[in-house]
C-alpha cells in the first residue's frame, strides 16, 4: 500500500541548506553545543532542512533512519538527487543513477522524506525529448511511499512552454531560483512549491531586510492557499488550478551565516 506523504491540509515548510557549518557554531548554534546534537537542535528551531550531501555521495539507510530520530515529527528533509543522474549528457541514460539513489535508504525517513531536488548545471539545454525522457525515470512511488520531485534548471532555454508542459505532465515541481543570475521560473506544475532563496545578505542581522521577509511570507501564503504570487516570473500566462499546496522555502549559498536567522524570521512570519 502506497503511503501518501501530502498531508490533509498545506503548510509552508521553511530551512536551510544541511547542517553542519562551522561558522554557524556560536551564531545559530549555542557556544559550547556538541556537534553530534546540531542536527537536533536545527530540528528544533527550523521546520525543514534541504540536504546537499546527497548530492555528492551515497547515504546508508543507517544514515537516514538516525536523521529522522533527531528531528521532530512534522520536521522534513528535502533531498538533492545525486550528481551522477543531473551531470550527463544524456539525461535519458539517468535510471541506474536514479535507481541507485531510491535504493540507498532515503525511504528510511518515513513521513519527514520531502521532495527530491534534481538539479542541473547552468550549462545544461534544454533538450525537449531528452529531458521528457529523464523525467519519465522519475517514479511517483517508490517502496510505499508517495514521491515529490522537483527540478532546478539554470539555463535560459528552459524558459518555453513546452518545459512547463512537461513538468506538468509529470506533476513535477519547477524549483523557483531567486538568484542573481540563474534562471527564474514560477509557473506552478506540481502539487507543491518549492523556493530556493539565494539574495541573502551577511550584513543584516536576519540575512534579508525586514520588507522582504514580509513579502516572502506573503508569497509563501499565497502559494499555500492555491495561489500564484504577482511579480514572480512565468513562461505560461494561464494560471495553474488554484488549490492549496505545500510549500518549502530554503535559503541558501548567499549570506549562508545568516540564513538559519533569515529562515526563523520567515517561520515567525507564517505563524
Known amino acids: 500500500m502506497t503511503k501518501s506523504l501530502t498531508k490533509p491540509y498545506s503548510?509552508?515548510?521553511?530551512?536551510?541548506g544541511g547542517w553542519t557549518y562551522e561558522p554557524w557554531r556560536g551564531v545559530f548554534y549555542p557556544k559550547g553545543?556538541?556537534?553530534?546534537?546540531?542536527?537536533?537542535?536545527?530540528?528544533?528551531?527550523?521546520?525543514?532542512?534541504?540536504?546537499?550531501?546527497?548530492?555528492?555521495?551515497?547515504?546508508?539507510p543507517k544514515t537516514f533512519a538516525k536523521w529522522?530520530?533527531?528531528v521532530p515529527d512534522d520536521f522534513i528533509f528535502s533531498l538533492k538527487g545525486p550528481r551522477?543522474?543531473?551531470?550527463?549528457?544524456?539525461?535519458?541514460?539517468?535510471?541506474?543513477?536514479?535507481?541507485?539513489?531510491?535504493?540507498?535508504?532515503?525511504?528510511?525517513?518515513?513521513?519527514?522524506?520531502?521532495?527530491l531536488l534534481w538539479q542541473f548545471a547552468p550549462h545544461k539545454k534544454f533538450d525537449e525529448k531528452d529531458f521528457a525522457a529523464f523525467l519519465d525515470l522519475l517514479p511517483p512511488t517508490f517502496n510505499g511511499h508517495t514521491l515529490r520531485h522537483v527540478v532546478e534548471v539554470r539555463n535560459d532555454t528552459f524558459k518555453v512552454p513546452a518545459f512547463i508542459a512537461l513538468a506538468r505532465q509529470h506533476k513535477v515541481a519547477i524549483c523557483y531560483a531567486e538568484h542573481d543570475s540563474y534562471t527564474e521560473i514560477a509557473?506552478?506544475?506540481?502539487?507543491?512549491?518549492?523556493?530556493?532563496?539565494?539574495?541573502?545578505?551577511?550584513?543584516l542581522k536576519n540575512g534579508y531586510p525586514p520588507k522582504a521577509l514580509d513579502l516572502w511570507a506573503k508569497r509563501a501564503e499565497t502559494w499555500r492557499k492555491g495561489g500564484e504570487p504577482a511579480g514572480l516570473p512565468?513562461?505560461?500566462k494561464k494560471k495553474a488550478e488554484k488549490k492549496p499546496r505545500d510549500v518549502f522555502v530554503y535559503f541558501?549559498?548567499?549570506?549562508?551565516l545568516r540564513a538559519p536567522a533569515a529562515a526563523m524570521a520567515l517561520i515567525e512570519r507564517l505563524k
Do not use: C, M, W
Open 11 to 16: 503548510k509552508a515548510y521553511v530551512g536551510v
Open 33 to 60: 553545543l556538541k556537534h553530534a546534537r546540531e542536527l537536533e537542535y536545527a530540528g528544533q528551531k527550523l521546520t525543514s532542512i534541504e540536504v546537499n550531501g546527497t548530492f555528492y555521495s551515497t547515504q546508508s
Open 68 to 70: 529522522a530520530g533527531e
Open 84 to 115: 551522477y543522474a543531473v551531470n550527463r549528457r544524456v539525461l535519458g541514460e539517468a535510471g541506474d543513477s536514479i535507481k541507485r539513489f531510491l535504493d540507498s535508504g532515503i525511504t528510511e525517513l518515513g513521513s519527514k522524506l520531502g521532495p
Open 187 to 203: 509557473d506552478i506544475t506540481a502539487d507543491f512549491v518549492y523556493a530556493r532563496l539565494q539574495k541573502g545578505n551577511e550584513k
Open 234 to 236: 512565468r513562461i505560461d
Open 252 to 256: 541558501i549559498h548567499e549570506a549562508k
